[in-house]
């Protein structure tokens, strides 16, 4: 099968898609390199937007590019291309993460194309969600997608969720006289003035969602100790659902895989009329990550918390313009 090669404006495109995937204070630490010979991305880490205080090993920063890294596979079999998939490839050059090769051979990818128009629908959404539940069969193809991506999804039991909840609520109450957490904040959260509207980066006010007046459900409140006009608050979930998102491992592969993981899954749920957001105090403390493990195994590293549920859609925050992320070679 020929295939016409892809223009300048299909590869950006692509870009465009791949980069409206979540990343930790919507950070957006990628960047993209296309080389038009070999048609060939790499993707890059720009670890110039590591979060000092809350990710000093970029975890999170793998993460966030392994969910770009899903989103951009999505699109290129949306193109009726097969993504050729290759993790760190140089062990000498760390910020290279993965190479996607289109390829005109057939693959096992092709159930990735009825996930693309969720690619640009899925938010984060910190608004109440309903006490309705997920239901089981749901529950199950979220976790077997996260499977497909070598992690685990699992919905913890009733002790088990209390035991995450108090988790995080000792994070935040630590986030709140943390020095370090406030500068993160302050570096990339946008409260009133022209930065709200312009910035192509970070999470402006509107995205914050109300103030958490009552309810269990764990929200990180972006403004800190920050006053933000007109914004309300509400009760949220009593019993808030919650998904926890592990590998086997804890090494930069795996957060690469965890974020694939945890983009497929977020994909999934928009499709099926699920909303989303995340939780990941417990997860920056390294003494509270390792109690949130799976039980009774003991195994496993938490890579993600997420917070499920059948509420309003979360605003799109903004996104940086695909000529700063995107360079293309010959």
């Not at 938010?123 to 497909?148: K, M, N, Q, W």
């Not at 977020?266 to 990941?280: K, M, N, Q």
Request: charged fraction near 25%.
């Amino acid at each position: 099968m020929i295939r016409q090669e892809p223009s300048e404006e299909r590869v950006a495109a692509l870009v465009h898609d791949a980069a409206a995937a979540p990343s930790m204070h919507n950070a957006q630490p990628w960047r993209f390199r296309y080389f038009r010979g070999s048609r060939t991305f790499h993707l890059r880490a720009d670890f110039d937007r590591v979060i000092p205080h809350s990710d000093p090993d970029a975890r999170a920063l793998h993460l966030g590019c392994g969910a770009a890294l899903l989103n951009l596979r999505v699109a290129v079999v949306h193109e009726g291309w097969f993504p050729a998939v290759r993790l760190l490839p140089d062990p000498a050059d760390p910020a290279l993460l993965a190479t996607v090769q289109l390829s005109v051979a057939a693959g096992g990818e092709s159930d990735l194309a009825a996930l693309y128009p969720a690619i640009h629908r899925r938010h984060s959404s910190r608004f109440p969600f309903e006490e309705t539940e997920v239901p089981e069969a749901l529950r199950t193809a979220l976790g077997a997608a996260a499977g497909r991506e070598g992690a685990t999804l699992s919905f913890p039991g009733p002790w088990h969720k209390e035991e995450v909840l108090e988790l995080v609520e000792e994070a935040e109450r630590r986030d709140l006289t943390d020095h370090g957490s406030d500068e993160d904040l302050a570096q990339w959260t946008r409260i009133g003035g022209p930065s709200v509207n312009t910035a192509p980066d970070g999470i402006p006010d509107y995205a914050f969602g109300p103030r958490k007046r009552g309810g269990k459900a764990p929200m990180r409140d972006f403004a800190g100790s920050r006053q933000v006009p007109g914004r309300g608050a509400a009760d949220f979930e009593r019993s808030p659902q919650l998904a926890l998102l592990s590998t086997v491992d804890d090494r930069p592969e795996d957060w690469l895989r965890a974020g694939q993981a945890m983009e497929r899954v977020l994909l999934l749920a928009t499709l099926t009329g699920l909303s989303s957001s995340f939780a990941t105090q417990a997860i920056e403390w390294t003494d509270l990550r390792w109690p949130l493990r799976e039980p009774l195994s003991g195994t496993g590293y938490t890579q993600m918390i997420v917070r499920l549920g059948y509420g309003p859609a979360g605003p799109g925050t903004p996104r940086r313009p695909v000529p700063e992320v995107l360079d293309i070679r010959p």
